[in-house]
């Protein structure tokens, strides 16, 4: 909750666009507790999570391309370099974020990907899809 409080939303209101139509939570303990729910119910009135406004099980194929793209692809480039102290992550971290934001032919490629996982998981009858991938 401190984290969702006190870093994500000043990042969010920074933007000056407003808060996001939708906002994804996983099943994780700490995400699931009831105060953590009824600040998102609060401030977020479409999020998609365990026990959200969109129920997501936290055993779900992996759709989203957070889990089957960005964060494995992230953590590879940051640590592709040895990182020297928090600081140099921060910079590698947002240095990498602006590498993929900029790149259109990767996130279409991106975007593809989440259209077959979709077509799969649909054949598949919503069970997992990564040993049929």
Known sequence: LAMLKD???PQ???LGEGLPEWFQQDGAPAHFATNVR???NYNFPNWIGRRGHVEWSP???DLSPLDFFFWGMLKEKVYSTKITDPIHLTQRIRSECTKIEGNVDLLHRVHENFVKRINICIA???NHIEDVI
Do not use: F, K, T
Request: zero cysteines; glycine letters at 6%; a negative charge.
């Open 7 to 9: 870093q994500l939303m």
């Open 12 to 14: 969010l209101e920074s």
């Open 38 to 40: 009824d600040w998102l």
């Open 59 to 61: 055993r779900s194929p």
């Open 124 to 126: 598949n009858d919503g």
